[in-house]
């Protein structure tokens, strides 16, 4: 007879009736289902065929989409990491040029990974052994080049660098041609650039020191390209201070003077961080040539109202607006009379009095746009609204780019009525396709993000709306950021919108670089962690994450796991386990501990059809070898499925290994034992093993013990085993041993008989019991919700 089914026989004979007494408020009433009448129904005959032809379709689901060239590529990688034979070289420089005319023509950036396959696959195809009809051109090169050089970046990482490094010597290793008067001081001026773009200007600025005396890499150190420049910008943005002053200092010494240009830089540098004596100094530090740049006032104003230094500033204005500045300075000039929290009426007075050495200037709607600059930056709706007033007195119609404005404005004030239009016009205008500011679609790009994602805080979304959106951000090619698409996933998640999910995953995920997917990944993983998401669409989440996201990491995996398990759905744990086992990256496959770990999820949470999924996996992975820990993991997981006998199968192989039990295994046993039927005399057998070792027993396996004893229904013998407690471990009885004793015992009568001894002898202990509730079980005995968490 199976175990279970004994043990299950045992109860119903021990028990004497169906609810105690002392439960009668956990069980359940039963319910009268009412008893309702069906109205009479009549066959209706349908042309079941014509139904089905017309019948609408489901939604298919949007497939993955990938930059041209991109999955070539990655198949590339992934054959080269298989050693299988990888495409024809033909077809993967077309993938490479296919990939660069794209992000040419779409101005997306290499994102970090796609920088880390590219310089793998360009040295790939660089190297001669490889070299075949096929070879690499000066196109494919320039390509590169001017990818990494013109499109403005979104990450600067070493991959950007190590690419611009392989590009340089591919370049010059190579005999391409070109038309370049000097072509090796050309690549070395685009290795400079590139350095101080993504992040390497140290390395930059010792590239310029190295080559400053020589005279065709000082003209473009100096003059062409103005790597001077370009490099102390870099050095600027990576906050490289020391380095930033030394280059600055070396080339006031070497023929370089100190012009308006790095006056901006030094300037803008030290007044981010509110330095007031370096700003001021870098600032009246005479200049050797040009004049003052209009964006150094501009960067002073803030500066000023920062430190407190309103009346310095105030000063420096002045004395600007006297000298009949050209159209640009008064600009500059209005809006740092705005930050310095002037009026506007003083404003609109300089607005009639600006002059310059042609005569008269007339505001226009350019001015007025820099004003509403400023009003975004404070987040002051109601200045704007002040400016726009300012602007219909003056008669200034606005143009795209104050939609452009005001949209910033108004999601800074939250004020998503007015955003909403303020996109409508920008988009239907569309300012960046002007030739002069093509800058202007990338803000553009920016607001963009920021207003879907304030669309999607709100406490009902208009998801049609959304939608729309993201079809038109589809139509314009448009980056949305990772934190974007995170955000806008989650609120289509908690209406269940599945399908959108995918259409957003679909278009952007695989645009992303691995740091940015990860973004993403966070998203998903916190939502199916959080407690508050109902565990069906926890469940929905994880099948995307798993679907969209290969590369999420086996720690999530792993905390998806135990989500699962502690969800009380021991079915989704199993299945996030095998997805696991079933990765081709062997990096995510479960380890010994994982295996343990899921094991333990089945003995607190059963599933049958789980553990022996898992199992058979177990059996079939060569790479682990079974420890005492895995085996009591076992042990615990049959246990907790209701199959003790198989679980003592492994207390046999354990006590004939060479590692032998350990104190858990001896827990797991007594556990098993109190499960089996007729399990007493074995647990006797055990415990009289370790008496005559004279084992430190932990009190944890002395109560394992007991309710070994227990489950056989010998209350007389596991009164005098608790009241013996304390000479054996060395502590008295606590709630624990009470609640692990009253939960074994088999029947009613039994319970109730340990409940009057136990509350009369140790009434703090069952005090103390008392106070974790009841709940009926299967067999309609009382139990006590005590964590027994068993560990291997």
Sequence with gaps: MRANLARHGRRLLVCQARTAPSCALYAAPARRRPIIQRPVTHINFERTFLGGLFQRPPREVRQPEYEPGWLQI?????????????????????????????KINTKLPLNATQALQCRRLLEYLADPENADD?????????????????????????????????????????????????????????????MSLYGGSREAAQMLYEKWEQSDYFDCITQDDRLLEV???????????????????????????????????MVQFFAEQDRVTETRYWFNKPLMSGNIQAHVYRVLAPFAMRNNLQEWATSLFLKLGESQPWKKYWNVLLQAILITRKSLAEVDTMMSHMVDSDGEISPDIHMINGLLRVATEQRDAALGEDILALAAKRGLAPNGET???????????????????????????????NESKPHLFGEFRTAVNKYLVALAAQKQPDFKFISSVLETVEEDQMRLEPATVAALCLRFLENDQHFDVMDILSIYSFLY????????????????????????????????????????????????????????????????????RAHRNKSYHPTIDTYITCLEGFARYPDQEGLEMVHNMLKMDVSLQPSTKLYTALMLAYTGCGQPLIALDYWTQITQSREGPSYATLQAMFWTLEKKSGGHKQAREVWDKIERMDLEVPPSVYNAYIGAIAGSGNEKEVRSLIMGM???????????????????????????????????????AWTELMKVGRRMDEYSLCQFKIERIMKA
């Design 726 to 764: 304390a000479s054996v471990v060395g502590s008295e009885p606590d709630a624990m041993t009470l609640g692990i004793t009253y939960n074994a015992l088999p029947g009613q009568q039994l319970q109730r008989g340990f409940q009057e001894w136990a509350k009369g002898r140790y009434q703090d």
């Design 134 to 194: 096929k070879k690499l051109s000066a196109i494919h090169l320039s390509m590169t080049r001017q990818v990494l050089l013109e499109i403005d970046p979104v990450e600067r990482t070493h991959h950007h660098l190590d690419l611009a490094k392989s590009l340089h010597s591919v370049w010059t290793a190579g005999n391409f041609p070109s038309n370049r008067a000097n072509p090796v001081v050309f690549q070395w001026a685009s290795l400079v650039k590139a």
């Design 74 to 102: 990655m198949v590339w990688r992934s054959r080269m990491l298989e050693n299988v034979r990888p495409p024809p070289r033909g077809e993967l420089l077309d993938a490479w040029k296919k990939l660069m005319q794209s």
């Design 231 to 265: 490099v102390a910008k870099g050095l600027a943005r990576e906050g490289c201070e020391t380095e930033l002053l030394k280059l600055v200092e070396y080339a006031e010494t070497h023929n370089v003077p100190y012009n308006a240009r790095i006056q901006y830089i």
């Design 403 to 433: 939609h452009l404005i005001l949209l910033n404005l108004w999601l800074e004030a939250d004020n998503l009525i007015g955003a909403r239009e303020a996109y409508n016009q920008t988009r239907h205008i569309q300012p960046w396709a």
């Design 513 to 580: 670089s691995e740091a940015e997917r990860e973004t993403v990944q966070n998203a998903f993983v916190s939502f199916c962690l959080d407690r508050n998401t109902s565990t069906n669409r926890a469940w929905g989440a994880y099948q995307l994450l798993h679907q969209f996201f290969q590369d999420t990491s086996f720690e999530r995996r792993v905390s998806l796991m135990n989500v699962f398990f502690e969800r009380r759905r021991p079915d989704m744990a199993s299945h996030v386990f095998g997805h696991m």
